[in-house]
């Protein structure tokens, strides 16, 4: 085991290369590794000590000193290859120097080395991997080899990625080593059950007993278990079992993972099993209650499962200190593509609030009286819908399954006594209680009792239900103690993120001439401030409603206040769907330098492009030219990324090209599909603006890709209107 302490000075790091001294910056990083999950010598740098103040999006920088953080000082001085485990590919720069890495040490900051790297000279042995060789800087070997004084501390090691961000890149890892051959994955022998019978086996990883097969099952990808002979049950069942969590388990057939070798080899994808992530993400404590974990396998037919197995391993990825930004794939740099017009085709368009992209959220959902009182007299009480009612009320899978909290509002209560949370559904239970001691959950100052729903034991096995056939459920709480009525609950509500439509822009747009222009008084901004504010940071502006439209001219003054507060913008129009993140919109508005904007999607014809553009073009390829202008000048570059939303009627699985001016395709990052959608949609991230082309992807296995948010209309919900003030959200939850 390591812990890594990290003290970093800050330095101001500038594309010209000077380097000043700024006051020092302290953080701390505590990363458990274990040394029976990697092979060789390697160290693991973790996260970042510092991001540039001037460009943070695209730098970061490990510090050492001799003294203060002196292990990583040594390792830096003393490393050989530096290895970075991404996940999303990178995009490359427009000038094609893609990546830099550097270093500058001493105590007047005045060594200052780098060397810049295309994407394939460090990139091309591992899709996930970049790989520097060390020595590429001039001096490095000197530097390392120098003797231990203060002429070599502090130490800074900069990082930096010219296609983006840094957290569009996805890292996961960054390590130190000496060998250019080493990997950061392991495989861990997992050794003999702890307890089974003939049919099963289990193995247990935990703190203060086993914590390196807890580190290596929670990091794993795949298990992997060896046997005598091939099991004589057609399946293999896959058991896992936390304090969170409880038990799960999936069966695997035996014909499609077992492989005939001697000896046999029975193989498990974990990424494939569906509540893998519940047991590998959980944050295990040293609490003695959530400090465990088991994974276990059992096999139903003649022959036992303890007689055949032999031993069984899981590999994994080297935990490598650091988590990926959410949201990662943002591109930046590339080559500026031309931009085509050319006569709209009428058919499809994005239905006006109908597309799953046009959602907005309230975080309260009150519950009404109760519709299960029995009597005046009753120590349970609560809500129940049956079949037909529930898609009225919404109390299943649509409504209670996207809350985290029940509120109760009382007039009185023994604080000493215990509530119950009691949930009951066909299928599931009809009675599945926890109890809560009221004292731990009521807030004396505003007379509420909160219930975690998620602190229910049994909470995933109601969520996960089908709830399709038969919507019955119950929400019922009891208290022993004295009568429900005696409560005085006067109201009940649900905390959680539910979807409503979002409120409308119509008043403020007039059209002429196919160019919807919005314009905004201060009290219309001050109103969709507090709306982005309320829904995680976004404004959704919904024009699709309105025929013919193929621009839409977006005032300046909301979009400074938007930039400003840092919230990003989604427009509708009739041909597609824009997604403006909070970061690219600051930079399109100071480039607009106070004037308005005009957003545009037309459909160009292949007819209408020039013979470059549309040489390249196959039969049922949808073509879309996307703009952003200030008056006759295109803006087509920006900082991070933009996503769009259009209608696709074509074969899926799909990709998304850029077609720019020389018929050069560039392949963009598609999202998120709906093939189902009524039109069907295909949602793509761009780096700059032009052309782009949607195209049936042959090879492609998957129609829709990261799932198909469905739009709902729920009824009881806090109403969305056009004034301000009108959703009063008592927690904001992400």
């Not at 390249?616 to 295109?634: C, M, P, Y």
Request: aromatic share 10%; charged share 25%.
């Amino acid at each position: 085991m390591k812990k890594i302490v990290a003290i970093s000075l800050a330095i101001m790091f500038v594309l010209t290369l000077f380097i000043s001294t700024l006051a020092p910056i302290e953080a701390e990083a505590n990363i458990r590794t274990f040394s029976q999950l990697g092979t060789g010598n390697y160290y693991t740098l973790g996260e970042f000590d510092w991001r540039d103040d001037d460009f943070p999006a695209n730098q970061g920088i490990w510090s050492g000193e001799k003294g203060e953080s002196e292990t990583r000082w040594s390792e830096i001085r003393n490393a050989k290859y530096l290895f970075i485990r991404i996940t999303n590919e990178p995009v490359e720069a427009s000038n094609e120097e893609t990546f830099m890495i550097g270093y500058v040490s001493g105590p007047d900051w005045n060594n200052w080395k780098d060397v810049k790297y295309k994407i394939d000279e460090v990139c091309d042995d591992d899709d996930d991997l970049i790989i520097i060789d060390l020595s590429d800087l001039d001096g490095w070997e000197d530097f390392a080899d120098g003797e231990d004084n203060a002429d070599f501390s502090p130490i800074q090691l900069v990082f930096a990625y010219w296609g983006g961000t840094l957290d569009s890149l996805g890292i996961t890892g960054v390590w130190l080593t000496d060998d250019a051959s080493w990997r950061p994955t392991y495989e861990f022998d997992l050794g003999n059950p702890d307890d089974g019978w003939g049919e099963a086996a289990f193995w247990e990883g935990n703190y203060g007993q086993n914590e390196p097969r807890l580190e290596a099952m929670t990091n794993a990808t795949k298990l992997i278990v060896s046997m005598s002979e091939e099991p004589s049950a057609s399946e293999i069942t896959l058991f896992m079992n936390n304090e969170s969590s409880g038990w799960n388990n999936v069966n695997f057939e035996t014909d499609t993972h077992f492989t005939t070798n001697s000896p046999g080899i029975f193989t498990i994808n974990l990424a494939s099993v569906s509540f893998w992530s519940k047991y590998s993400n959980f944050q295990y404590k040293d609490d003695g209650d959530n400090d465990w974990l088991q994974i276990g396998l059992a096999s139903w037919g003649n022959n036992s499962f303890e007689d055949i197995l032999e031993s069984a391993k899981v590999i994994g990825n080297l935990p490598g200190g650091m988590k990926a930004a959410d949201g990662g794939g943002e591109n930046g740099g590339g080559e500026n593509g031309g931009e085509n017009g050319g006569p709209p085709t009428p058919t499809p368009t994005i239905p006006p609030g109908g597309d799953d992209e046009m959602e907005f959220f309230v975080t309260r959902y009150d519950l009404g009286p109760m519709t299960d009182t029995n009597d005046v007299s009753a120590v349970v009480n609560g809500w129940v819908t049956d079949g037909t009612d529930n898609k009225t009320t919404g109390l299943s899978s649509d409504t209670v399954f996207r809350a985290t909290d029940l509120v109760l509002q009382v007039t009185e209560v023994d604080i000493e006594a215990s509530i119950a949370l009691i949930l009951g559904a066909p299928g599931v239970s009809w009675w599945a209680q926890e109890l809560f001691i009221i004292e731990d959950i009521f807030d004396e100052e505003t007379n509420k009792i909160t219930i975690s729903l998620v602190d229910h034991p049994r909470w995933d096995d109601f969520k996960n239900n089908d709830h399709e056939d038969n919507h019955m459920f119950k929400l019922l709480i009891g208290y022993w103690d004295d009568k429900v009525a005696d409560l005085g609950i006067t109201e009940a509500y649900l905390i959680g993120k539910f979807p409503v439509p979002p409120p409308s822009i119509d008043d403020n747009i007039k059209v002429a001439d196919g160019v919807a222009t919005i314009t905004m008084s201060e009290q219309d901004i001050d109103m969709w401030l507090q709306f982005g504010a309320q829904n995680d940071d976004l404004v959704i502006w919904n024009v699709a409603g309105f025929e013919g439209v193929t621009t839409v001219r977006l005032p300046n003054n909301a979009l400074t206040a938007f930039a400003e507060a840092e919230l990003s913008l989604r427009v509708a129009i009739p041909y597609g769907i824009v997604t403006i993140p909070a970061n690219a919109l600051l930079s399109i508005v100071k480039e607009a330098d106070g004037e308005d904007i005009d957003f545009s999607i037309t459909r160009p014809t292949a007819a209408s492009l020039p013979e470059a553009q549309s040489a390249k073009l196959e039969e049922g390829d949808a073509i879309f030219s996307i703009t952003l202008k200030v008056g006759d000048t295109n803006i087509t570059t920006f900082d991070g990324y933009l996503e769009f939303t259009v209608p696709y009627t074509g074969d899926f699985p799909v990709k998304a090209w850029h077609l720019a001016a020389d018929g050069t395709l560039e392949e963009m990052d598609v999202v998120r599909t709906n093939s189902t959608g009524t039109p069907p949609t295909v949602t793509f991230r761009v780096p700059h603006l032009s052309v782009f082309i949607i195209r049936h992807d042959e090879t492609g296995t998957t129609a829709d890709k990261n799932g198909v948010v469905v739009f709902l209309g729920i009824a009881g919900l806090v109403a969305a209107g056009s004034g301000a003030g009108i959703i009063t959200i008592r927690r904001k939850l992400k």
